[in-house]
C-alpha cells in the first residue's frame, strides 16, 4: 500500500494560499473599522449640529423676541425702549459670540486650524491656571489644591489649548460649585497616559450639566449661565479639543460629590 505525502509545491501552494486568506480577512477587517469610523463622524457630525443650534437658539429667540416688543410699540415710555434696544444688542454681541466660537471649534476639529503638538509640562499649566483663577478666588469661598504623584509631567499637546481646557474645566467648576474647595490631582496610569482629576462637592445643579452634555435638547435650571454656552455643552466641546490632541475626558457622579478625570499623552522624550 503506498502513502502519499504532499510535494514541496503543494506546500508552498498551501502557504501562498493562507497568506492570501490572512490578508484578504485583514483588508476587510479593515474595511469595517473603516465603514464603522465613517459612521461614528457622521453621528458626531449631526449631534454637533444638533448641540450647537440649541447653544445658539436661547440668544436668538431673545433677540427676536425684543425686537417683536419694540415693533409693536409696547413700551410704556422712552427709558424702556432704550432698554430693550440695549437688551437686543446684548444678545446680538452674545449671538456672534457663540458663533465665533462655534466656527474655531469646528476648524480645529476639521484640521483647518492646525494644532501645535509639542512637549509640555503639565505642572507649569496647571499652576498657569491656578494662577489665572487667583483674583475670582480671592472674592469668594473657593480654594484649589494641587497635587502631584510625579516631580515632572511632560506631555504631547498643544500649550494654548490645553490650558483652555484646563482654565474652562476650573472655571465651570466654580461656577457650579459656587464655594468649597476643587482638588487636582495628577497622575499616571496604567496605560503610561498623563491624568488629571478634578474632584470637588458640587450642588446639584451639576447633575444637570452632565446629564444636558447627553441631552441638550431637554430644558434645565441652567438660566444663569445663559450668557455663554451651557455647562453640558462647554463640557463636550472641551472633550472634542482633548480627542483632536489624542486626549480624553470623563466624569462621574457620586452621592457627595463628582469628580472630572482628563487623559493626555505623555510626550517622548
Known amino acids: 500500500m503506498m502513502n502519499f505525502y504532499p510535494n514541496n509545491d503543494f506546500l508552498v501552494l498551501e502557504t501562498q494560499l493562507s497568506q492570501e486568506k490572512n490578508e484578504k480577512d485583514l483588508q476587510l477587517k479593515q474595511m469595517g473599522l473603516a465603514y464603522q469610523m465613517t459612521l461614528e463622524m457622521q453621528q458626531f457630525k449631526a449631534s454637533f449640529l444638533a448641540r450647537a443650534s440649541h447653544e445658539l437658539r436661547s440668544p436668538l429667540c431673545r433677540l427676536l423676541s425684543l425686537n417683536q416688543l419694540i415693533l409693536s410699540d409696547l413700551g410704556e415710555d422712552p427709558q424702556e425702549i432704550k432698554q430693550w434696544i440695549h437688551q437686543s444688542y446684548e444678545s446680538g454681541k452674545q449671538l456672534l459670540g457663540l458663533l465665533d466660537e462655534l466656527i474655531l471649534i469646528s476648524e480645529v476639529e476639521q484640521g483647518s486650524i492646525p494644532l501645535k503638538l509639542q512637549p509640555v509640562s503639565l505642572l507649569e499649566l496647571v499652576g498657569e491656571v491656578e494662577k489665572l ?107 472634542i479639543i482633548l480627542a483632536t490632541m489624542e486626549g480624553q475626558l470623563e466624569f462621574q457622579n457620586h452621592r457627595d460629590s463628582t469628580w472630572l478625570r482628563c487623559y493626555f499623552p505623555l510626550a517622548q522624550l
Do not use: C, Y
Not at 515632572?152 to 484646563?166: A, E, M, N, S
Not at 447633575?207 to 434645565?220: G, L, T
Open 133 to 239: 483663577t487667583a483674583l475670582p478666588r480671592a472674592h469668594s469661598q473657593f480654594h484649589i489644591t494641587v497635587d502631584s504623584t510625579e516631580s515632572t509631567v511632560t506631555i504631547q499637546g498643544d500649550g494654548r489649548w490645553t490650558r483652555q481646557v484646563l482654565l474652562s474645566l476650573v472655571t465651570l467648576m466654580m461656577k457650579l460649585m459656587g464655594m468649597g474647595t476643587l482638588n487636582i490631582h495628577i497622575s499616571r496610569d496604567h496605560l503610561n497616559r498623563a491624568v488629571v482629576d478634578f474632584q470637588g462637592t458640587p450642588p446639584p445643579v451639576w447633575q444637570e450639566a452632565i446629564a444636558a452634555m447627553n441631552h441638550p435638547e431637554n430644558p434645565s435650571k441652567l438660566e444663569e449661565f445663559s450668557k455663554d454656552f451651557s455647562p453640558g455643552f462647554r463640557l463636550w466641546v472641551n472633550q
